[in-house]
Nanobody, 115 residues
Framework: QVQLVESGGGLVQAGGSLRLSCAASGSIFRVNVMGWYRQAPGKQRELVAAVSNGGSTNYAESVKGRFTISRDNAKLTVYLQMNSLKPEDTAVYYC?????????WGQGTQVTVSS
């Protein structure tokens, strides 16, 4: 089994910054992709950013240049540094781990950006 524990959400004013963390534990394989998704009220869950164990990254167009994803393989932790936050970034952010064609999800952390 895999467990993902997120932290770092909260309330911030537009233009501010937040850093999300997600620690993975359990049966983690060396080859995997960790990422962040978000879901706003009334909208579908969408990919925000992802990073492979080798360091390859992928970002949604809406966050490029503002968000940075990184990971510490030794700590099995992925981070999302969010800068220049906008009200439209408000959502529940979910940590995701994908390995051997299976996906695992964290419980979600709320990010609210006030205008």
């Amino acid at each position: 089994q895999v467990q993902l524990v997120e932290s770092g959400g909260g309330l911030v004013q537009a233009g501010g910054s937040l850093r999300l963390s997600c620690a993975a534990s359990g049966s983690i394989f060396r080859v995997n992709v960790m990422g962040w998704y978000r879901q706003a009220p009334g909208k579908q869950r969408e990919l925000v950013a992802a990073v492979s164990n080798g360091g390859s990254t992928n970002y949604a167009e809406s966050v490029k240049g503002r968000f940075t994803i990184s990971r510490d393989n030794a700590k099995l932790t992925v981070y999302l540094q969010m800068n220049s936050l906008k009200p439209e970034d408000t959502a529940v952010y979910y940590c995701n781990l994908e390995q051997i064609r299976r996906q695992y999800w964290g419980q979600g952390t709320q990010v609210t950006v006030s205008s």
